[in-house]
């Protein structure tokens, strides 16, 4: 999970949920490769935590929680950031029947063939059909070990059904969010964050000050 806010918050009051997130290294402390799942995705994993314990709603309650303790004539800055949608996949799992995976669409153009994927990548510069391939690896969060050239359109659209259950969570709590920021007179911004290695270990705080900006690690 790692050392960060979230990470010490579930550990003191939830110890029994960090188990459900997906495990990001392995035996070898390498980016896990493993899948999980109905098709056994890779960095997709079934996590039963309560969605009011998972890391949006965290970071959306105390956001509105911050925004009501302003008196009314505060000035206030307030930057809140969601780590979803983002590998792994391991939304909360009341969130997947949200959506039947079966039903999300590939999107329009999606080469189904491998001759024609690896016709697209040969006019690619070279390092594209090599990470394909699984003989190279450029971007320091994609497992060594996985090879995407092994990607089935079932293993496709499941990891895109994970992120648009987690996006649609966080899409809700952040207009919730909004609405609080309109009522209180000031301006809150809402971004996806992209963590180093997974989005459960690095979960970013709201970071929110009266009358300057500040910035939380």
Request: charged share 25%.
């Amino acid at each position: 999970m790692g050392p960060l806010h979230y990470a010490r918050w579930l550990a003191a009051e939830h110890p029994e949920e960090l188990a459900g997130f997906y495990p990001v290294l392995d035996a070898d402390f390498q980016v896990s490769a493993d899948g999980g799942g109905e098709t056994g995705a890779p960095q997709v994993k079934v996590n039963p935590i309560r969605r009011a314990d998972y890391h949006t709603d965290w970071v959306a309650d105390r956001t509105i929680a911050w925004l009501d303790s302003l008196d009314a004539g505060d000035d206030w800055f307030c930057w809140m950031s969601f780590p979803d949608p983002h590998h792994p996949w391991d939304p909360p799992e009341d969130e997947m029947a949200r959506i039947d995976w079966h039903d999300v669409p590939l999107p329009e153009g999606y080469p189904t063939s491998t001759a024609e994927r690896e016709r697209i990548l040969d006019g690619k510069p070279r390092h594209w059909r090599l990470w394909y391939d699984g003989t190279l690896v450029s971007n320091y969060e994609a497992p060594s070990k996985w090879v995407p050239a092994t990607l089935t359109p079932t293993s496709c659209e499941r990891s895109r059904h994970e992120t648009r259950s987690s996006a649609s969570c966080s899409t809700r709590r952040s207009a919730e969010c909004s609405r609080t920021s309109s009522a209180s007179g000031g301006a809150t911004t809402s971004t996806w964050s992209s963590p180093p290695i997974t989005a459960s270990s690095a979960v970013t705080s709201a970071s929110c000050s009266k009358g300057r900006t500040t910035s939380t690690p």
